[in-house]
C-alpha cells in the first residue's frame, strides 16, 4: 500500500459544506450543498477537497487552488475564486472541519488480557488499556480513559475522565491527570526531581516527596518530561499545551491556556503565568516568575522574572555565511577594545576643546 | 482522591525532632521532643511539619513559617522563632531528614510470570524483574536490582548490586552498571553512536562497537540517551548525576562526582573532568576536555578544551523585551559599520594633530 | 564479568589484512598476511589490532602505536611504522572493515509469542517481532524485519524490507518506512503535530490528518520525535541520518542524505534540502526552505531561508571564564551607548572641521 492509498482513507467520507459548517460561525460564498469529501493544502489540492489560508505565506496559491472550497478570513474572500467559507478565525474553523476527516483507532472498553493491574485499583467499566500495560496499586482510572500499549502507572495516580495516553507512556507514582487530557508517546510524568546535596564532594539524593497535578485538556507532546514536585507538587494547569520533548522540572507551575513549542526547558520552582507563548528551545531559569500573557520567542534564555505582559527575547538572532559569522564573532570579542578606542578619541578631542579654548 | 489526600499520604509517619537528626551534625535549638509529621516548603507549612532553608530567595518567609521546626544555617538561626535544626549544610541535612518521608513502592524479590528472560542470564534471587520485561542472553542482575515494567535489557549486560531501573528503560548489549545506580523511565544506554562515514555522497554507517561502562551511584534523568562507543566504551564515572533529556555522545567520559543539568548535549568523545557542574541546556564540542571543578553556566556552548578550574560561559544573556532586543540585534550587526566609523574618526583626529604641529 | 572480558568479546575472530580489505580500494604497505584480532584506538591499542588515523587531532599517536596496521591516508602512510592500510578515505574504509567485528544479535525469524497482532496484518515468515510488541490493524511488515521488544506499531503501517526497529519504539497509524532503515530505542514517529487553534483565549486542537514517509536507508536515533503531518505528509527521504533527541515537527521535509546531529529541533513545514549537514542543538525554524548542500554548524538559529550552498551560522561563539564573559555581556548590553559616543565624536569633527574653514 502505497502513499496514495494513504491518502485516499480520507476519501470514504463525504459531507455537503453546510454539513461541515453547521454550528459554525462562518459564511459561505458560494454552493453551501458543495460535496466535500477531503482536505489538502491550498497548493496541493484536487476538485472535491476544501483547504485553507490561515498564512499569508500561502496566499500567491489562492488564485491557482484546486480545491472546491476555502477557508479564510473576510480580507482575502474577493481573491477566492472557488467556494469561500468565510470568517474571523480560519485556523479554528479548520480544525472544527477537520475533526470530520480524522480515521482514528476507535478503542473499545476493555482491559487487555496481557495488562498487568495492581491491587485496591479501579478502572472504569467503559475504560480501555492497552496491550502490555503495568497499572499499580491504589490507582484510579475514570470513565472512558484510553491507556495505550507498553504504559506503565504507578501507584497512587489518577487519570481523569476521557483522557487518552498513546503507546509507551510512564506515569510515575502520585501523578493527578484531569479530564480529556492527551498525552503523547514516550513522556514520562512524575520522574524524580534533580535534586543532589553536595557534602564534601559527593552529591546525595534529596528524596522527592510531591506528585504532579495535571489539569484538565493538556496536551503533552512525545518525550516530553515532568519531574515530580520535591515537597509540594508540580502542576500543569487546565489548557496547557506541551509540545515534543520538553524539559519540566520539579515544582514549575505552567499557567492555564499557556502554550510552550518543543525542544524548551523549564528549571526547578519556575513560575510561568496564564496564557503565555513560549517559543522553541527556550530554556527557563528556576526560581523566576513569569507574569501572565507573556510570549517568549524561540531560542530565548530567560535568566530573571518578567513581571508584565508583552513579547521578549533574548540574545542574538540572523543566520549568515560562516564567513560572516567568523567577522561578527570577532568584532563581538574586539568590543572591549573599540571602547578603549572611543574613550581615546573622548579624551583627545577634549583636549582639542580645551587647547582651542585658550 | 483529591490532591489534599495524596498531601497527606505523609502523615502516618511521626517521629520526634531527636529522631529525625540522630547521627547527623546538627545543633537544635528548642524542643528535641518536639513531634513532626512531614515535610513542607516554608511559606506553605503546617504545625507539626519540619521545613528547611537552603535558598536565601524564601528567606523572608522565616518570619511567618507554620512549621514546627526549620533546618537552616546558624546565620539563619536568629531570626527563626519555632524549633531550629541548625547545620553548616542545610540542604544535605534537609536531604537525610526527607528519607524518613518517603513513600516509595517497596519490590518483593522475583521475576514477574509476563517477563521474559534469555538463557545464559543469571538474575539474583534478591532481585526484582517487572512485568512485561525483556532480559537478554549471558546478562549478570546483581543482589537488590529492581528493573521496572516494561524495560528491555540487551545482551552481556550487568546490573550491579541495589541499582534500580524505572520503567520503561532500554539497557543496550554490552552496559555494566555498577552499584546503587538509578536510571529513570525512558532513558535509552547504549544505543549506536553516530558514526556515518561519507562516500560519494552517501553515508555509510560506522559500526559502533563499544559499550557503556558506568559507575556507582550514578543517576541518569528521564528520557536521557548515552550512546556506546565506537571502538572502546563511552564512561560514566561513579557519583555522576546527569538530569533528563541529556544526550551523551559516543567514547564521552564523564568524571566521578560530576552533575549536569537536563537538555544539556555532550558531543563524541568529549572528555570531561571530575566535579564539575553543567549548566541546564549546555553543549559540549566533541572531541575536547575539561578539566576537574569546572562549572559551565546554563546555555553554554563550550567549543574548545579547558584546562583549568573555574566557572565558564559563553554568548550573551539577559531576557529583554522584544522591542529592545531588535535594537541590540541590529547593533550586532552593524559592529562592522561601528568599527569603520571609530577608524575614520582616529584618521581624522590623527591628520587634526599633524595640521596642529605645522 | 569486567570490561576486559567485554572487551574480549571481539577476540574470537580473526582474519588476515587481506581478507579485511578484499574489494576495498586500498594499498597495503607491509605485510598482507598479517592476522588481524581485534580493533583498537591509536592511543590504546595492541598486537594483533587494526586501528585508524581520520582525526589529525590524533596524528602525533601514530608514531606509538602498538597496532599491527592502521588504516590511513596517503599523507600520513610515511610516519607509519607498522604495516599501512592506504586509501582515499580512511573513515569509510575503517567502516568497512569493522563490519568484520561486529557482535550484534542475530534474531531468528518469527513472531514472539507474547505479541499482540491485529487484524489485516501481514507479517513476512522471515521477520522477527520481538515480545510484548503490540502490532496494530492493517500493517504490513517486510520480509527481514526485526522490530524490538516493547514496540508498538500503530494501524495502517508499513515497514519495509530488513528495515530494524530497536527495542522500545513507537511508530503511530500510518506511517510508511522504506528498506534498512534503523530506529533507535525510544523514537516515536507519527506523533500529532503541534497544531492548535486559539479561539476566545482556549487553544482547541487541529486534528492531524497526515502521516510520516521514509525513505530507503534512513537512521533514526535514540529518543528522536518525529511528527506526523497536519494534512499531507512529514518526509524523510532516502539515506537521511538523524541523531539522538532531534525533534522533528509536522509536514517537515528532509532531503535524501542529509544528515542532523543530536539534539537539534526543526519546526513544522521546513523544507531542508539534500546533502546538507546539520550541527547539535540547532534550530530551525518553521516553513523555511534550506537549499542542497547546506552545511549548518551547531548551535545555530536558522530564522530564514537558506537558498544557496554554503557553510552557515548564527550567534557568538567562543566559551570564556565567567569574569570575561560578564564584560562582554555589559558591553553588549552597552553597545547603544557606543553608538551615541561615536555620534557625539562625529558631530565634534565635523564643527572643529567647519570652524577650521573659517
Chains 1, 2, 3 share one sequence.
Not at 14 to 28: A, D, K, M, N, R
Not at 160 to 179: C, H, Q
Request: net charge neutral; glycine share 10%; charged share 15%.
Amino acid at each position: 500500500m502505497g502513499s496514495e492509498s494513504l491518502r485516499n482513507m480520507q476519501a470514504n467520507k463525504q459531507y455537503t459544506l453546510s454539513e461541515l459548517t453547521s454550528g459554525l460561525e462562518v459564511t459561505i460564498k458560494g454552493d453551501v450543498n458543495c460535496i466535500i469529501t477531503g482536505i489538502s493544502i491550498l497548493h496541493q489540492s484536487q476538485p472535491g477537497h476544501i483547504s485553507f489560508l490561515t498564512n499569508s505565506l500561502y496566499r500567491k496559491h489562492l488564485a491557482t487552488t484546486q480545491a472546491s472550497a476555502v477557508i479564510l478570513s473576510e480580507k482575502d474572500a474577493n481573491a477566492c475564486t472557488v467556494n469561500a467559507v468565510i470568517c474571523k478565525n480560519p485556523y479554528y474553523i479548520y480544525a472544527k472541519i477537520a475533526e470530520f476527516f480524522t480515521t482514528s483507532h476507535s478503542f473499545v472498553p476493555n482491559i487487555h488480557p496481557t495488562a498487568v493491574i495492581g491491587s485496591d485499583t479501579h478502572i472504569d467499566p467503559t475504560a480501555h488499556i492497552g496491550a502490555h500495560c503495568v497499572i499499580g496499586d491504589h490507582v484510579n482510572i475514570a470513565a472512558r480513559v484510553v491507556i495505550g500499549s507498553n504504559s506503565t502507572i504507578g501507584d497512587f495516580s489518577i487519570i481523569g475522565e476521557a483522557s487518552k495516553l498513546d503507546a509507551r507512556v510512564t506515569i510515575y507514582n502520585k501523578v493527578m491527570i484531569g479530564k480529556r487530557t492527551h498525552i503523547a508517546s514516550g513522556a514520562v510524568i512524575g520522574s524524580d526531581g534533580f535534586g543532589f546535596a553536595n557534602q564534601n564532594g559527593v552529591w546525595h539524593k534529596v528524596p522527592q516527596l510531591g506528585g504532579v497535578q495535571i489539569g484538565n485538556d493538556v496536551d503533552i507532546g512525545a518525550n516530553t518530561t515532568i519531574d515530580c514536585g520535591a515537597v509540594d507538587h508540580t502542576i500543569i494547569e487546565d489548557g496547557v499545551k506541551l509540545d515534543n520533548l520538553i524539559q519540566v522540572g520539579h515544582n514549575v507551575k505552567i499557567g492555564a491556556h499557556t502554550i510552550i513549542a518543543g525542544c524548551a526547558g523549564i528549571a526547578g520552582s519556575a513560575v510561568i503565568g496564564k496564557n503565555c507563548m513560549i517559543g522553541g528551545a527556550s530554556m527557563i531559569l528556576g526560581h523566576i516568575t513569569i507574569a501572565d500573557n507573556v510570549m517568549i520567542t524561540g531560542n530565548t534564555g530567560v535568566n530573571k522574572s518578567i513581571s508584565e505582559a508583552g513579547v521578549y527575547s533574548s540574545g542574538i538572532i540572523g543566520v549568515v555565511t560562516n564567513q560572516e559569522f567568523k567577522k561578527n564573532n570577532a568584532r563581538f570579542h574586539r568590543l572591549e577594545n573599540l571602547t578603549q578606542r572611543i574613550k581615546m578619541l573622548e579624551l583627545s578631542l577634549q583636549k582639542f576643546k580645551e587647547e582651542e579654548k585658550k
